[in-house]
């Protein structure tokens, strides 16, 4: 029986076929392509939202993560008088890495009225015998007008003495009645004819690390010490570049004022000359940490501890990411940070020291 042939299909559904299956193709071939721009696009996100986010201003109501990337810097600014200035924004100031301009992630600020940055600060005060009996009650009237500036904040205080060895009389606390017996307790105090200012300063640092975290209640917490002292220090174990060491790495400010003492020593004090340089003054120890030196060579205190209170809490913390390249790389990155013109920039911290990865 002959076979019988296969019936030939159309030359018009053939192109038909033909055509639906190019469609296909082509949908298959832009679907893979969109996934895989997709991918980049995910693994270069992140980098490329840190670099092309505009700054955002932070307030201290706002809840805030710190990114473990982010670098740090708190800034104070001051005008041509020495005074605060407040008010800026993130475009206001240039952030510099290495000499390299970066661009600032956030702004925190500080506010007149609201919800203030909380402060944590340790007075370390020098007991070693060369303040006078006068001095040291003036010393008390002004460290309580201190307590009491800052009282619109949350805002804690330590108290420790220092001559050869450094003594805490009065760990963290808020309560000023516990304040004042420790200021009670401070005249008591009497510690050797040695003044070991740095490794005093280096146990307030270390109290302020174990005990009050960089950030309270999800605000950024203000760290410093306040050194009362005659600027001479005497057979410390610790050198200062170790102290301004750990002090940047723990984002602490340390303030010094030095009373009449020492320039007494050295030279009449007058009102109308200029405070001779202390050994405290030229070790670095505050100019390297954004901190002040101020000289008490008025017989009140008061205003000075009140100025020196208003300069605590007048800061800007800056943050920025670093390129990817130096976030892990264990090396000392220099951090320098610009304000506008006829304006002055102290910085908590010059270098930052990137973590070294694992291998």
């Known amino acids: 029986m002959p076979s019988t042939p296969k019936r030939k299909r159309p030359a018009a559904a053939r192109d038909v076929h033909l055509a639906l299956a190019l469609l296909v193709t082509a949908a298959v071939l832009l679907a893979l392509s969109a996934t895989a721009r997709d991918a980049r696009a995910r693994q270069q996100g992140g980098t490329?939202?840190?670099?092309?986010?505009p700054p955002e201003v932070i307030d201290d109501e706002d809840v805030l993560k710190i990114d473990t990337d982010l670098v740090l810097v708190d800034v104070t600014v001051t005008d041509a008088g020495g005074r605060p200035v407040r008010g800026l924004r993130p475009e206001?100031?240039?952030?510099?890495?290495?000499?390299e301009e970066r661009a600032v992630a956030f702004l925190n600020v500080e506010r007149r009225e609201g919800s203030e940055r909380p402060v944590a600060v340790?007075?370390?005060?020098?007991?070693?015998?060369?303040?006078?009996?006068?001095?040291?009650?003036r010393l008390q009237s002004a460290m309580r007008a201190f307590s009491e500036k800052l009282s619109n904040r949350p805002a804690s205080?330590?108290?420790?003495?220092?001559?050869?060895?450094?003594?805490?009389?009065?760990?963290?606390?808020?309560?000023?009645?516990?304040l004042d017996h420790a200021l009670e307790r401070l005249a008591r105090e009497t510690n050797g004819l040695s003044t070991h200012a740095y490794d005093a300063v280096d146990d307030a640092v270390r109290l302020l690390v174990r005990k009050a975290p960089s950030t309270l209640d999800h605000r950024l917490l203000k760290r410093a010490v306040v050194v009362v002292t005659d600027g001479f220090p005497v057979g410390d174990v610790v050198s200062p570049s170790t102290v301004i060491e750990r002090a940047n790495e723990a984002e602490v400010s340390i303030y010094s004022v030095t009373l009449p003492s020492y320039s007494r020593l050295l030279a009449p004090a007058s009102a109308e000359r200029a405070p001779l340089p202390t050994p405290l003054d030229v070790s670095g120890l505050v100019e390297k940490t954004?901190?002040?030196n101020v000289y008490a060579n008025t017989k009140d205190y008061e205003p000075l501890f009140r100025a020196l209170a208003e300069e605590v809490t007048s800061t800007y913390v800056l943050?920025?990411?670093?390129?990817e390249e130096k976030r892990r790389d264990g090396r000392s990155h220099t951090i320098r940070v610009?304000?506008?013109r006829g304006l002055s920039?102290?910085?908590?911290?010059?270098?930052?020291?990137?973590?070294?990865?694992?291998?």
């Not at 490329?48 to 986010?53: A, F």
């Not at 070693?128 to 001095?135: K, R, V």
Request: no cysteine; aromatic share 10%; proline share 8%.
């Open 48 to 53: 490329r939202q840190r670099v092309e986010k």
């Open 338 to 340: 610009e304000a506008p």
């Open 122 to 137: 340790v007075f370390a005060v020098d007991v070693s015998g060369s303040m006078t009996p006068e001095e040291m009650a």
């Open 157 to 178: 205080f330590a108290l420790m003495s220092f001559g050869m060895s450094a003594k805490i009389l009065q760990s963290f606390t808020s309560d000023p009645h516990k």
């Open 345 to 359: 920039v102290r910085q908590n911290r010059t270098t930052v020291k990137a973590v070294k990865s694992k291998p």
């Open 319 to 323: 943050a920025f990411y670093p390129p």
């Open 290 to 292: 954004g901190g002040e």
């Open 92 to 99: 206001d100031f240039k952030l510099y890495e290495d000499g």
